[in-house]
């Protein structure tokens, strides 16, 4: 128990520094652009409440989802096929890597002439930049999967879906979910970009509008609810981490113990 209270405490720690700080140091802001951080929570409790939940952050929450798990999809596949096969991954590495090298923001105009300007382009648009940390951290994984593993698994008749299930997910796990880690951030970035451009709700949106029409304190509080929300899907990934990679966590702390 006190172990959990000294890891609770190490996550709070700063945060609470950096908000103490921010609430000190302007409190008496005369700023039009800083106002007092009092100022942006009162507004932060009215604002994001009820409708505007329903409204902006559900479908913003919804894009993310779509894309991200789009993008799990498609990267894992491909990766695992261009890991397993030399002669495969010889033809799409040089094309892999040029488009991996295309900033997704710069898609955006692209995807919106074939994709519209609905909630299929956001996805399409999150999908796009999402599926290559995935997808690469996918290859490197399956290309590592240890050779006396995949002989023994050879040996014993283990092939086809059995040997995936088995041995190539499990050994690439670790190297997939830093490709998965990597891929949440960029897509919450996207995210944001795409409401941008083109929408008419959506946290990206607002916040644009709100600057717009210079409701700073809301502005601020979109920004705020952007931290808040990327912080909570950060947590619940690391949840589902560490039940998926549990028995890596258990080898790492056995090789260490002895």
């Not at 997808?135 to 040997?163: F, H, K, M, Q, W």
């Not at 960029?186 to 644009?208: H, K, T, Y």
């Amino acid at each position: 128990m006190s172990r959990i209270i000294r890891q609770l405490l190490l996550i709070v720690a700063l945060p609470a520094v950096l908000v103490a700080v921010w609430w000190y140091s302007t409190e008496d802001s005369q700023s039009f652009y800083v106002p007092p951080l009092r100022t942006i929570l009162t507004t932060f409790g009215t604002l994001w409440t009820g409708e505007r939940l329903a409204t902006d952050v559900l479908p913003s929450v919804l894009r993310l989802a779509g894309g991200y798990l789009s993008a799990v999809v498609v990267g894992v596949a491909l990766g695992v096929v261009i890991g397993s096969y030399r002669r495969v991954r010889a033809v799409l590495e040089p094309v892999l890597e040029f488009l991996r090298a295309v900033p997704p923001p710069v898609l955006v105009p692209v995807i919106m002439l074939f994709a519209g300007i609905g909630n299929g382009m956001k996805v399409v648009v999150i999908l796009s930049g999402c599926v290559w940390p995935i997808l690469l951290n996918t290859v490197e994984g399956v290309r590592a999967v240890d050779g006396v593993l995949s002989e023994s698994a050879r040996s014993y008749g283990i092939t086809g879906a059995a040997r995936l299930r088995h041995l190539v997910l499990p050994s690439a796990g670790p190297q997939i979910f830093a490709g998965l880690r990597q891929a949440l951030s960029i897509g919450i970035i996207l995210m944001v970009i795409s409401e941008m451009f083109a929408a008419s709700n959506g946290l990206g949106f607002d916040v644009v509008q709100f600057q717009r029409s210079f409701a700073i304190p809301e502005m601020w509080s979109g920004i705020l609810l952007l931290g808040l929300l990327g912080f909570l899907l950060s947590v619940l990934f690391q949840l589902v981490e560490s039940r998926a990679l549990a028995w890596y966590r258990g080898l790492r702390r056995s090789r260490r113990s002895s």
